[in-house]
């Protein structure tokens, strides 16, 4: 038995409920009335009367059972087109919240306007579409929008077929692609029947009628043959005592033609244009209907679906089965309770926070206890199923599971109300960069709604962001420190430390010209291409040369080789006189064939070693320098003075010292191409280490991959490490090759 107080608190909280359905019908009453004479006389860019198109999406939310607050919002969204503060003045007016649902929806409307309006061409239709599910998703926190905005289609679809006028093709295959799957996904059967058959209608008049014919042909039969079952179910449920109601359930052209094409079947195999739906009292009344059904009349086999014990992902259930007649001709039964059948017509309309959700969010009474988990519950559930319809149609996978909701991006807009998608958390130096990267560089400040904010400031769903930028200059290094929050997005990331690593390139590059030209204004040669000097070295362009000498990579006596004449022929027989004894170290492998000892060095362009084929080129002042054959530096030294060309071998020691003395190293260069990650190099270098050889050198440049191209920076090394012969580094560059992210691991 209740307490006083337990019935005291009843009789508030019903006392409450009442008021709170008055404030909400006086509240259409008076959006009504506010808005007739604004809207009066105008017409909608369809066509279609302003006043009318209100008083039509009102009278679909009043049918899918909404509240009187969203259809009073209905006639708000219109009227505020004809304001000039809308949001002020509906907020003075009506409240905060139909001013925030006045305000989303305009702007929905408007971007859905421009992207229609910017279309060229038919090829574009997928474009349009992927913004328009972009849109939707844009605004999906606040799902009064979305239902509003499937009301407003299904009446212009509506106001076209009264009209007897031609649909804009756009705007059908929108309807189609787009908002009839939205209201799939939110269960909304009603709206979403409608708004497949109206476009089906308007998109290809000549099937539709064809459908409807067929259907027309074969109506009074199929009546007949309906009203005969359903009185026959009728009874048989009433002697079997189950109350039920039994119901011919109406056609669905679009379902019918889908299911003609897609299977290939005649009209008569369709089973869905001959249905019943009974509607019980509990879920144990239906699988009693279900068997009383099963016993009356023979099942079809394989067409049963049990979607109560098993429901479909946006809440639908029902028990589906197909039986033959006493015609022998099929005829589908839906069986459900009153509760299903009222979530199957309506979907989110029928639980969601159209039942007047709370002051803590939407106009109201204050939800609280189960009723409010309950609301909670609800709106993840059509979150989930949203999150879901954008995956189908974008093709990706579902990664993050059904509860992943959009916690992973959000969707904000430029002052031109076009839509641009950023990571969760992400700042408007990340909106720029997804607008053009040279944009990105030049970002200096953002204004958002209107207001100057900082460039670490996390944006959020629905804001409108505008770029303050310089007409020149570049990123700031402090946009790549994770800690300050500047950049969220990987990609424009990428793009921070590509213009850095470009300038970095562009300062070596200048070093390299400026030590180039330098050396060209000592010898004399300042009116030498510098093109051609390149190409005559072996570079296919300045600026190849000019990085390489700005790296130290590539000697500039290799140049002054080129530029100097060739010596008298006098100078040739003075060569003897460079002859010295050989001293230990690597170099003092080398014999000079026919010539005893030479000085000799081992070029730093080639690195030889044994068992490399070497050659030797007498220099000025420093012996003889032993190249690789395949060195391209010998190869065009030797065609320009082939006098200076001497045949020279390893020693048959293969390069150990005498005596007791250690065996000769020799250095050598690995190239190493990879993906760039934290902990590379100390793996590589471990794997130097394994294999015994002495790293006495590495050079280390990242850089971002070119448009197009696909993952994250990539990493060029060059090690010079310490080894007996060049057999012995093989090994230890397949061991290099097997590191996780390396691409390319080859000898220099």
Not at 274 to 296: G, M, N, S, T, W
Request: proline share 5%; aromatic share 6%; hydrophobic share 45%.
């Amino acid at each position: 038995m209740k307490t006083l107080a337990e019935a005291s608190r009843a009789t508030a909280a019903i006392v409450q409920l009442a008021d709170t359905a008055a404030e909400a019908g006086d509240a259409l009453q008076r959006a009504r009335a506010f808005a007739e004479p604004l809207l009066a006389g105008q017409v909608l860019d369809t066509g279609e009367s302003a006043w009318a198109h209100a008083e039509g999406v009102a009278g679909i939310l009043r049918a899918i059972g909404a509240a009187p607050s969203m259809q009073a919002a209905a006639y708000l969204v219109y009227a505020g087109d004809y304001l000039a503060r809308p949001e002020e003045m509906v907020n003075r007016a009506f409240g905060p919240s139909y001013a925030s649902l006045v305000m989303l929806t305009r702007k929905l409307v408007q971007i859905q306007r421009a992207a229609r309006g910017a279309q060229v061409g038919e090829e574009q239709q997928a474009l349009q579409t992927e913004r328009v599910r972009k849109m939707l998703l844009a605004f999906s926190r606040d799902l009064r929008v979305v239902l509003l905005r499937l009301a407003s289609r299904l009446q212009s679809l509506r106001w076209f077929a009264a009209a007897r006028q031609a649909c804009p093709r756009p705007l059908a295959q929108e309807s189609q692609q787009v908002f009839a799957p939205l209201a799939n996904r939110l269960g909304i059967w009603q709206i979403k029947w409608e708004l497949e058959d109206l476009s089906f209608r308007f998109l290809d008049p000549e099937a539709y009628h064809q459908v409807a014919r067929l259907l027309d042909e074969k109506r009074v039969e199929r009546e007949q043959v309906v009203e005969q079952a359903r009185r026959r179910l009728a009874d048989l449920l009433q002697r079997a005592r189950v109350p039920a109601q039994v119901l011919g359930r109406p056609k669905h052209l679009y379902s019918i033609w889908k299911k003609m094409q897609g299977k290939h079947l005649s009209i008569e195999r369709v089973f869905d244009v001959r249905a019943l739906r009974v509607i019980v009292a509990d879920k144990a009344a239906c699988y009693a209907a279900l068997a009383r059904v099963h016993e009356a009349l023979p099942p079809v086999d394989g067409e049963f679906d049990d979607y109560i014990a098993r429901p479909k992902p946006n809440g639908y259930q029902s028990l589906h089965t197909v039986v033959l007649g006493d015609d022998g001709r099929p005829l589908e039964v839906q069986i459900r309770t009153a509760a299903m059948h009222e979530h199957a017509e309506h979907g989110v309309a029928a639980h969601w926070l159209y039942k007047e959700a709370g002051a803590r969010g939407y106009a109201g009474v204050s939800a609280s206890g189960d009723y409010e988990q309950r609301l909670a519950e609800a709106r993840r559930a059509v979150l989930r199923e949203l999150l879901a319809w954008e995956r189908d149609f974008s093709g990706e996978a579902t990664a993050g599971g059904a509860g992943a909701g959009f916690d992973d991006r959000i969707y904000v807009f430029t002052p031109q109300a076009t839509i641009v998608e950023v990571p969760a958390g992400g700042t408007p130096v990340d909106f720029a960069y997804s607008l053009h990267t040279d944009l990105g560089h030049r970002c200096r400040g953002a204004r958002v709604d209107g207001a100057m904010v900082p460039l670490n400031t996390p944006l959020k769903h629905g804001q409108t962001v505008e770029v303050v930028a310089a007409k020149d200059g570049g990123p700031s290094l402090d946009w790549l420190n994770a800690e300050l929050g500047y950049l969220k997005s990987p990609r424009a990331r990428a793009k921070v430390r590509a213009w850095f690593n470009a300038q970095a390139l562009d300062a070596t590059i200048a070093r390299g010209r400026e030590l180039v030209e330098k050396l060209l204004q000592r010898e004399g040669r300042t009116a030498l291409k510098l093109e051609h000097l390149a190409e005559q070295l072996g570079f296919k362009s300045a600026d190849g040369l000019f990085e390489v000498v700005g790296k130290d990579e590539f000697s500039l006596r290799n140049i002054e080789n080129l530029l100097r004449p060739p010596p008298p022929p006098a100078a040739e027989a003075e060569a003897p006189l460079l002859k010295r004894s050989r001293s230990g170290g690597a170099s003092g492998g080398v014999l000079v064939v026919g010539m005893g000892s030479l000085m000799t060095a081992l070029a730093r362009c080639c690195r030889p070693a044994p068992p490399d084929a070497i050659g030797g080129f007498v220099t000025r002042g420093k012996g003889v320098a032993i190249h690789r054959r395949d060195c391209v530096n010998f190869r065009h030294m030797a065609e320009r003075f082939p006098g200076r060309e001497i045949e020279v071998q390893w020693g048959a020691q293969g390069g150990s010292g005498r005596g007791g003395d250690k065996a000769a190293v020799y250095p050598l260069d690995v190239q190493i191409e990879a993906d760039d990650r934290q902990g590379l190099l100390r793996d590589i270098s471990e794997v130097f280490a394994k294999e015994r050889l002495n790293v006495i050198a590495v050079n280390t440049q990242s850089q971002a991959r070119q448009p197009g191209q696909r993952g994250g920076a990539l990493a060029r090394m060059v090690f010079t490490v310490e080894a007996e012969d060049a057999g012995r580094l093989a090994q230890a560059l397949r061991a290099v090759a097997r590191v996780a992210g390396v691409r390319q691991a080859r000898r220099r």
